[in-house]
C-alpha cells in the first residue's frame, strides 16, 4: 500500500512496518551511505518516543565522521536530550555532554562506584584553590584540591569542613 510493505498489519505506515517481533539472525545494518548524516533506532511506547540510539554525522573517512548518541524522551515523546555520547574520531564517552573531551567525561551529576562510596566533582568560590574531587564514604567526605597559586602550588586533602589532613608540594 502506498510502496509500504506491513508484516502482522494490513495498515503500514512506513517502508516496512512490522507488528510482533522480528528475528534477525545475522545481525542489523543500517545503511545510510557515505553522504547520510543520519541513521537512528527509536523504542517508542503508545506512539510516543521513549529513546533513540543514532549516528549522527557524515562519514568524511579517516577515522572521523559519526559519533553515536543515545536520547531520551519524556512521557509525552518530548526530547530531552542525549544521555550518552560516543565520539568515533577519538573513543571518547560523553554522559551528559555531547562534545567529551576525555575518555570518560561526565557532565552535571554524581558517579556512584559503589554501594555508599562515590566520586563527586567538587567547586569552589575561592580564587587560591582549584579544587579537584571530592570522595566520600557514607557521610564522610575527603576533598583533594590543587592550589593554585605560585607561593602554594600543591594538592591539599581535606575533611569536608575545610580542616587540612594532608598537604603535598
Known amino acids: 500500500e502506498g510502496g509500504f510493505v506491513g508484516i ?9 512496518d512490522v507488528n510482533g517481533y522480528a528475528k534477525l539472525k545475522s545481525g ?19 506512539g510516543f518516543n521513549r529513546w533513540d540510539l543514532y549516528v549522527y554525522g557524515a562519514e568524511p573517512g579517516g577515522n572521523a565522521g559519526g559519533d553515536l548518541f543515545l536520547a531520551r524522551y519524556a512521557d509525552n515523546g518530548i526530547y530531552l536530550g542525549n544521555t550518552a555520547t560516543f565520539q568515533r574520531s577519538t573513543g571518547n564517552v560523553g554522559i551528559g555532554t555531547t562534545s567529551p573531551a576525555t575518555k570518560l567525561q561526565v557532565k552535571g551529576g554524581d558517579i556512584l562506584i559503589d554501594a555508599g562510596s562515590w566520586i563527586k566533582g567538587v567547586y569552589s568560590t575561592e580564587t587560591t584553590y582549584r579544587p579537584l574531587f571530592g570522595i566520600a564514604s557514607d557521610r564522610n567526605t575527603t576533598i583533594v584540591r590543587a592550589a593554585d597559586n ?9 575533611q569536608y569542613d ?6 603535598f608540594k
Open 8 to 16: 502482522g498489519t494490513e495498515n503500514p505506515t512506513t517502508t516496512l
Open 28 to 46: 542489523l545494518i543500517l545503511d545510510g551511505g557515505a553522504t547520510s548524516h543520519y541513521r537512528e533506532i527509536i523504542w517508542n511506547t503508545s
Open 150 to 158: 605560585d607561593a602554594t602550588d600543591g594538592v591539599d586533602i581535606q
Open 162 to 167: 575545610g580542616t587540612s589532613i594532608a598537604y
